[in-house]
Structures are given as structure tokens and as C-alpha cells.
């Protein structure tokens, strides 16, 4: 079987790995400092906070939206997030764990990211955040964003905080630069099976030093830890979590690091060939390239007729797919949210993902092709 995702485990792990297990230290020292650093180097913005998990670093990424700092004005009525439901739950549940309220915004089909016309039409004075998904780590048009949420909040007082869910996004860029220096809050993932590993992680990029200092903070109970813990005398002013990355994840993750940039050439490289070879096949649609993005493909998706056939042909030629995600808003405990999205009605049912990763050979790739192109 051709799986659809594959852990990838640099070679000299278990020398790093080993040394922290060995160290005296292990959930707070001087890996993750390094880790970050590095992180930081590579994004080129050196203000990364690494969390235990990308969802961890979504919920404290929101908690921006949910506690305002001192001196910013409480809004009338429940703080509202606009969001996608074509997603990983990971992006949305963080908005309710945090006291506040999902409005869905509509997909657009040729990219599978947010409609950013629909955003524009439903910012109002009670939005509070905006959670977009760069999904499968295609960049959403992000001087458009800045564009739509700058005009729309131009009359109030504050503007809504922006969170990138850059989930699946490892090295992609947007006009030449990574994703995590555009002004907003940037959220990764380093799961088992996202392009860079930590084996369970994630960690939040901030656009400015107040911002970082703050959830620098929240992440470790907000309690700062150069600070006197022995005699006591420290004082937290924001309560936080207890969201760190511990040492063995920054030891993974250091290790990754060095070879991650090869495995994502593949993904390009594989992505490439499949938007040469299954262009133009009857009952398959490709979704948007753009010039001046450079995507990710943690998965290559297709929009496809007749979805159970489709995945059970390829099944049965040994090839994985998935549709990865149900549409969030079909939730039941989100029931009270749903609204219309057309724009979503019309790929939710044949949106299908291909494997596309590192692990394929040139024989895989061929063979995905070939089979899509025999039909199903
Ligand atoms: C993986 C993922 C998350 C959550 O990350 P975890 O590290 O699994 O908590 C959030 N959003 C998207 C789009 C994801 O793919």
C-alpha cells in the first residue's frame, strides 16, 4: 500500500534523543531554547514559542482574542471567530475551548482555503478573531486578507486578531517569504505525521515582542521562569497554560530540522508531476496555483466525481486516500453555527487527497496516475 502519510525520523535521532534522556533535564532547558532558535532562523522571524501540540498553539493563540490585554475595550455581547469548516477540528475546537463563538465563513472551491469575499461580508464589530487554513499548506492570498480586514474594520475601534493555522504548511511561502512573517499570529504543527516532527508539538510565530513575551508566558502557567520561584517572590500577572514542548520534542525536532528541506523538495517534486500528468482527465479537477505562492503539499488534493469510487479503485490498485476532515460545520456540537455555504455544498463530497510525500518513488507516482487515468 502507497500510504497517504508516513512519519518522517532523521537517521541520527536517537544520539540527540539519548543525550537529553540522560541530561537531569527534561521538560524545561536548553533543546527547546535551541529548537526555537532554529525554528526561528529558517521562518526568519526569531519569535517562536513552541507548544506540546499545534492545537495547544491554536488555544493560545486565541486566547489573545478571548482575554483583552489592559487598556483594550470589551466588546458588547459573546466575542465572535470567523472561520473555516473545511479543516482539521484542530483549528476550530480551540475557538469554543476559549469561551468563544464559530461563525462560518464560506470555502472557495478553486483553492479549498476561505472565500475572502464572504469574510469581507460577515466582519462586523463583534468579531473578535479570524482563523484562516493555508489546507494542505496552500497560501491563502494573504495581502488580500490584510486588504479585506483592514477596509471592513476601518470604522472600529479594534481590529480583530488574525490567526494563520499553518498547520500543513512547512516551508511554504507567499510572495518570497515563509508563512509566520506577514503580520499575523502563525500557528504550526509538528505532529507525527506533519512534514517536520517533534512526534507531538507545534509552535505559534508572533508578529511583534509584546505579543511573543505574552505568550511566552501563557504557555508556562504565565509564570516567568528566570523569575524566584525559591523564596516566592514573583507575581503572575496574565494566568497561562501548561502547554510546553518538552526536551525530547526539541531534541526530535532539532534532528528534522536538518533534513526536512529535502523531504519537502519531494513533495514539490512529486506535486509537479501530478499537476503536469492528471491535468485535463475526465472527472478530475485540480484546485489553483498561483504565482506567487509556493504550497507545502502535506497532501495533493483532487476534486473528483463520484468520490467512493474513485477511493475504492485506488484502494484496490494499493494506493491510500482520504478525505482527511468532514466539513467541521456538520458537527453536532457545533449544530447551533450551521449556516449556508455554497461555495463549500459544491466540493464537499469530491474533495479527495493523494499521497504526494517523500516516501513516493517515481514507480508510486506512475502508478497513482496510471491508475487514475484506467478509469474508475
Ligand atoms: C494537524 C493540524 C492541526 C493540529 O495540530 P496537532 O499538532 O495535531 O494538535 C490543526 N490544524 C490543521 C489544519 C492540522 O492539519
Redesign the pocket.
Known amino acids: 500500500m502507497i500510504p497517504l502519510s508516513k512519519v518522517a525520523m532523521s537517521p541520527d535521532v536517537s544520539t540527540r534523543v539519548s543525550a537529553v534522556l540522560s541530561s537531569g533535564r527534561l521538560e524545561h532547558g536548553p533543546t527547546v531554547a535551541e529548537y526555537e532558535a532554529a525554528v526561528g532562523s529558517r521562518i526568519g522571524n526569531p519569535r517562536v514559542v513552541s507548544v506540546n501540540?499545534?492545537?495547544?498553539?491554536?488555544h493560545l493563540a486565541l486566547s489573545l482574542a478571548a482575554r483583552p490585554g489592559a487598556g483594550e475595550s470589551e466588546h458588547d455581547g459573546p466575542g465572535e471567530v470567523l472561520t473555516t469548516p473545511l479543516?482539521?477540528?484542530?483549528?476550530n475546537w480551540p475557538i469554543l475551548a476559549n469561551g468563544l463563538r464559530i461563525r462560518w465563513v464560506d470555502v472557495d472551491p478553486a483553492t479549498l482555503n476561505m472565500d475572502l469575499d464572504d469574510l469581507a461580508a460577515k466582519i462586523s464589530p463583534a468579531t473578535r478573531a479570524i482563523v484562516v487554513?493555508?489546507?494542505l499548506g496552500y497560501p491563502v492570498d494573504l495581502n488580500r486578507l490584510r486588504a479585506v480586514v483592514d477596509r471592513a474594520t476601518a470604522g472600529y475601534d479594534r481590529r480583530p486578531l488574525v490567526v494563520e493555522?499553518c498547520?500543513?504548511a512547512w516551508g511554504a511561502t507567499y510572495r518570497g517569504a515563509p508563512l509566520g512573517t506577514h503580520g499575523n499570529v502563525c500557528?504550526y504543527?509538528?505532529?507525527a505525521?506533519?512534514i517536520l516532527t517533534t512526534g507531538?508539538?507545534?509552535f505559534v510565530v508572533l508578529p511583534d515582542d509584546d505579543l511573543y513575551d505574552r505568550l511566552r508566558l501563557r504557555r508556562w502557567l504565565g509564570i516567568e521562569r528566570a523569575s524566584d520561584r525559591i523564596t516566592g517572590d514573583y507575581d503572575v500577572a496574565e494566568w497561562g497554560y501548561r502547554f510546553i514542548l518538552n526536551e525530547i520534542g526539541g531534541a526530535i525536532g532539532l534532528s528534522n530540522l536538518e533534513r526536512v528541506d529535502e523531504l519537502l523538495r519531494r513533495h514539490r517534486e512529486n506535486a509537479a508531476f501530478y499537476d503536469k500528468e492528471l491535468a485535463g482527465i475526465d472527472g478530475v479537477e485540480q484546485t489553483e496555483r498561483a504565482d506567487d505562492r509556493e504550497p507545502a503539499f502535506?497532501m495533493y488534493p483532487l476534486k473528483v466525481r463520484d468520490r467512493p469510487a474513485f477511493m475504492r479503485r485506488l484502494l484496490d490498485a494499493g494506493i491510500a486516500t482520504s478525505v482527511?476532515?468532514r466539513r467541521n460545520d456538520a458537527h453536532s456540537c457545533v449544530a447551533s453555527a450551521r449556516t449556508t455555504l455554497p461555495g463549500l455544498d459544491r466540493v464537499a463530497d469530491r474533495v479527495v487527497h493523494i499521497p504526494v510525500g517523500w516516501w513516493l518513488t517515481e514507480d508510486d507516482r506512475s502508478h497513482v496516475v496510471e491508475t487514475i487515468k484506467s478509469g474508475w
Open positions: 501540540c499545534g492545537t495547544a498553539g491554536l479543516t482539521f477540528e484542530g483549528t487554513v493555508h489546507w493555522d498547520a500543513q500557528v504543527s509538528t505532529g505525521i506533519k507531538s508539538g507545534g502535506w482527511v476532515s
